[in-house]
């Protein structure tokens, strides 16, 4: 394999995170009203992509429009509503929601929405003794799951030379990607924790499993 080759092949990584990281990110209601689209208490824009009247597209973690079967995530959406390529959507909504692309993983900067929008009212949740166990239970299994990725990590590390990259390497590097958003919801405000209980609860409970049993065959 020539050097060239193995360059393009890691911002395929790069790129292919990014992806994922916008995904998880920002879904496209919020996308679409930070671009200025007006969504309605049922979740319901007016569509920009056909000659709309009354709001006939859904908006929520992605669209569709009932009129036109406009759909697709938010990638698709900015790509179509700017008419970009989707990596250039990738790169636009990264930019201004200020989702940063690291080796070790990505985090979500302020936000336009946050810089420029007046902030949301937030509900008042009450926070009971039982939701900040299962939190901390929760961060702990993450913790713990993350550095047994790290372990991987370098287990599984390519020596110089080598052609190909170990699977279980790439698996765990991709992996800590996604769990080092977890602990960041984790450890974020109520809603992000809401979001991680609500949405992320068999992932977790997963991770602690594998943990679990990785131990037993160590002791
Ligand atoms: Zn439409």
Redesign the pocket.
Known sequence: MVSGERSTGQNDRVNMSLFQAVKEVVDTREAAEVYGLEVNNSGMAI????D?NNP??KVDERYH??????DGDVIDFVANYFELSKIDAVKKIAKDFGIEYQSVGYKKQKSIKQVNRPKPIRKEISIDNEFNKCIRTYNNILCDYRDLLESYKIVFAPNCGDEELHPMFVKAIKKIDFVDYLIDLANGTTEEKIILLMQYESEVKNYGKISDSIRQKIS
Do not use: E, K, V, Y
Not at 47 to 50: A, I, L, T
Not at 65 to 70: I, K, L
């Open positions: 569509c920009p992509f056909h709309d006939s597209m429009c009932f009129a036109c079967q406009a």
